[in-house]
């Protein structure tokens, strides 16, 4: 019943919260790693972008104004983790939070001696458990040319938020049924120490550094490059590569080879 009532309310907003096709072209075009799609699956993921715009609210903050092509390009970005996943794996928060560019987070946090400091360090994004996902615009754009910035900041955060469904982000999302934690555990944590490893012996990695930071960001840094770069993830750990595989139900690395061989 409660399905049969989900999909009669999917199909309404479907039908009168279209995307109008110049601006889901435009939207498209402007991430260039989502050419490895089909053209049905790319048909799915307009519907739970549709369904992701309907659900969440897209803000701006300190005066910036989120035109159409932004609330697309972000939620195309939202939709891509999750396009055979259900869009439930985004609930339990409300909006995404666009500040024209880097922000000062402002929050507060007490010490073990009981001092209170705020966080006043500039950020180009943040993903809050339970809270908002908040992005810099100008990061968001900076992350279309994956080759320039080497980085995408919505995946980035968007992967935090699946982290977060069972609490603290720790780099264990909780996994599909036909998956063994203690596997993803610990196929992680040994791809994580060597990572950290090389990158504590100042070697030259092809991935954002910045994963060795913990293994939250370790998830996120390298759920970027499974979608944007899939090939080097498959290289470089390849059994993370398959957990990821497993976990988002895709293949992202055997789509983007065919398409260079075009
Ligand atoms: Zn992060």
């Not at 697309?72 to 985004?90: F, T």
């Not at 995404?96 to 507060?108: H, L, M, N, Q």
């Not at 497993?246 to 055997?254: C, G, L, T, V």
């Amino acid at each position: 019943m409660f399905t049969a009532y989900r999909r009669w309310r999917e199909r309404r907003i479907l039908r009168t919260q279209a995307i109008p096709e110049g601006l889901w072209r435009e939207s498209l075009e402007s991430l260039p790693f989502l050419a490895m799609y089909t053209d049905s699956e790319i048909a799915r993921l307009r519907e739970k972008v549709v369904l992701f715009l309907n659900a969440k609210s897209i803000i701006g903050a300190r005066g910036h104004r989120v035109t159409p092509r932004q609330r697309v390009v972000i939620a195309l970005q939202a939709c891509v983790l999750v396009m055979n996943l259900d869009l439930m794996y985004y609930d339990g928060w409300e909006s995404v939070v666009v500040y024209p560019d880097e922000f000062v987070p402002g929050w507060e946090w007490e010490d073990d001696a009981g001092v209170v400091h705020t966080n006043d360090e500039r950020m180009a994004g943040e993903a809050i458990e339970r809270g908002p996902v908040v992005l810099s615009w100008a990061d968001v754009e900076a992350s279309q040319d994956w080759d320039a910035a080497g980085m995408n900041l919505a995946i980035h955060e968007f992967a935090h938020k699946l982290d977060m469904r069972n609490g603290v982000a720790n780099g264990c999302p909780p996994l599909p049924p036909e998956m063994a934690p203690h596997i993803w555990k610990r196929t992680m944590m040994a791809a994580y120490q060597h990572f950290q490893k090389r990158v504590e012996r100042g070697e030259r990695v092809a991935i954002d550094p910045y994963a060795a930071e913990s293994p939250a960001e370790f998830f996120a840094v390298l759920s970027e490059v499974f979608f944007v770069e899939p090939q080097l993830l498959r290289h470089e750990y390849t059994a993370v590569y398959q957990q990821f595989a497993r976990f988002y139900r895709q293949e992202p690395a055997a789509r983007s080879e065919l398409l260079r061989d075009d």
